[in-house]
């Protein structure tokens, strides 16, 4: 069931909500029927990915709960406890993701017969509820996090807003907020803003991402036969830059406006990251909630800043690239990853010994190198990913490139000029005028799906 279609919009939401707010007064009765309400719109996809999910929720929660009986002075007990469960989540998203692609690559690489084994169907959203999992983990070992009654945990795992693609939303940051009662002071304007998110990311997927996205998938499909013209590379190189920014950067205003109407705040994903002078400044509004994870949770393991320049240079390249690698099982993730913390690595070696870049400069160089290294995330094969490079260049021929010039003109224009959602939604009152705004955009939107509605490009992650 997609944010961006019918029976979500129609009659999944509609019914939720008028569960959830009938139950607002009872908060035992509320959280549990919003957890019986995740569950069922996630097994929608598919009731066989079910089991996991709660088998995942109910095994970690069990071992939190055996976490919290061992005295302080454990030490020894309650690391082992941490790194086992840390070890088996992360075992479990391997076993799905990534057990056939490493078999093939020791199979690549040694030269021994094949044995592959058979590729298990990746069950959705996997990527995100392991990481959430892992997050609570890492709090729980640090004491930043208590240990919550199953109630509170399924629901932190399983809430339906961001279950599938995130945002990463620590357990102390939302958790707090389940006893709260949704009709607190402020619930009339918390509901409006979540209305116009959730409208303003339909509006990006549907009119933005998706008229985008046909625009560059022909040519990615051609890119994989032989190689394109320059015109035509050049547009597959820019459709897809500013698809994936609509398209994400819409799935999380989608998920923090459903979130806020539920009378949660979930922390901002995206704050116009193609507006950064800098890749540094780029990681810092992409994205945002897997930055601070890949932060706390990778960088700082490596080292960080804290044992000098050329081991920060090591953290950051390694970081990068486990963070490619955990955006899907193949080589040009990794590789995406990896040119990713190359440049952040050289950044940092250019702000110790060099002047700083000035911003007119180091917003279009961020943004070339931004939107190159999007090839290697979106193509199948690095086949695809070089036949759409090698024709960037003038000694390509200049075939004309299909239509929707304006459509890239209109993103462009968006993405970098725009105000931001949460700028919206801030100057936005509880006037007939608003409600009438949005009641136009929902119904053009949902006339625009009778053309079929494509999926959230990181549902596959």
């Known amino acids: 069931m997609l944010f961006n279609s019918p029976l979500f919009i129609l009659l999944f939401l509609p019914l939720a909500l008028a569960g959830y707010w009938a139950l607002a007064r ?67 998203l391997g076993a799905y993701k990534y057990l056939v692609f490493f078999a093939s690559t020791l199979t690549t690489l040694t030269g021994w017969p094949e044995t592959a084994p058979t590729a298990w169907a990746l069950p959705l959203g996997i990527s995100f509820f392991t990481f ?33 693609a995130g945002p990463l939303v620590r357990n102390r940051e939302i958790v707090p907020q389940f006893a709260l ?11 409006m803003q ?58 999380s205003d989608m998920a923090i406006g459903l979130a806020l109407m539920l009378g949660m705040v979930l922390p901002l994903n995206f704050d116009a990251p193609y507006r950064a002078t800098s890749l540094q400044d780029f990681w810092r509004r992409w994205h945002m909630t897997l930055s601070r994870f890949l932060r706390d949770y990778l960088y700082i393991a490596f080292g960080g800043s804290r044992h000098g320049l050329w081991r920060q240079c090591a953290a950051l390249i390694a970081t990068m690239a486990l963070g490619g690698l955990w955006h899907g099982a193949g080589w040009t993730f990794v590789l995406w990853g990896l040119a990713h913390g190359v440049a ?46 090698g024709s960037l260049w003038p000694t390509a021929a200049l075939t004309p490139a299909p239509g929707g010039g304006r459509t890239l003109l209109l993103a462009a224009l968006v993405a970098i000029i725009g105000p931001t959602s949460w700028q919206v939604v801030n100057r936005l009152r509880p006037r007939p005028l608003w409600a009438v705004i949005m009641a136009v955009v929902l119904v053009l939107a949902l006339l625009k799906m009778r053309d079929g509605a494509y999926e959230f490009i990181y549902f596959q992650f």
């Open 194 to 251: 979540g209305v116009t998110l959730f409208v303003i990311g339909l509006g990006k997927k549907v009119f933005l991402a998706d008229a985008l996205a046909a625009l560059s998938n022909p040519l990615y499909a051609q890119a994989g036969k032989a190689a394109l013209g320059t015109t035509e590379a050049w547009t597959a190189v820019l459709a897809f830059s500013l698809q994936i920014y609509f398209d994400f950067s819409g799935y």
């Open 132 to 164: 959430h999992h892992i997050i609570y983990w890492m709090d729980l070992k640090r004491g930043l996090a208590p240990v919550y009654p199953l109630r509170d945990y399924a629901l932190y795992i399983t809430s339906f807003p961001q279950i599938l």
């Open 181 to 191: 009662s949704p009709c607190r002071p402020g619930w009339q304007q918390r509901c």
């Open 26 to 92: 009872q908060t035992t009765a509320r959280l549990w029927f919003l957890s019986a309400a995740s569950v069922a719109f996630y097994g929608y996809w598919n009731w066989l990915d079910v089991p996991l999910l709660l088998v995942s929720v109910v095994a970690n929660w069990g071992l939190s709960a055996i976490f919290g009986r061992l005295p302080a002075t454990a030490i020894q007990r309650r690391r082992l406890l941490v790194l086992t469960a840390v070890c088996g989540n992360l075992a479990v």
């Open 344 to 389: 952040l690595a050289a950044g940092a070696l250019w702000r110790r010994w060099l002047p700083a870049v000035p911003a007119l400069l180091g917003w279009p160089l961020t943004m070339l190198f931004v939107a190159l290294s999007w090839v290697l995330f979106r193509a199948p094969d690095l086949t695809t990913a070089s036949h759409i490079l």
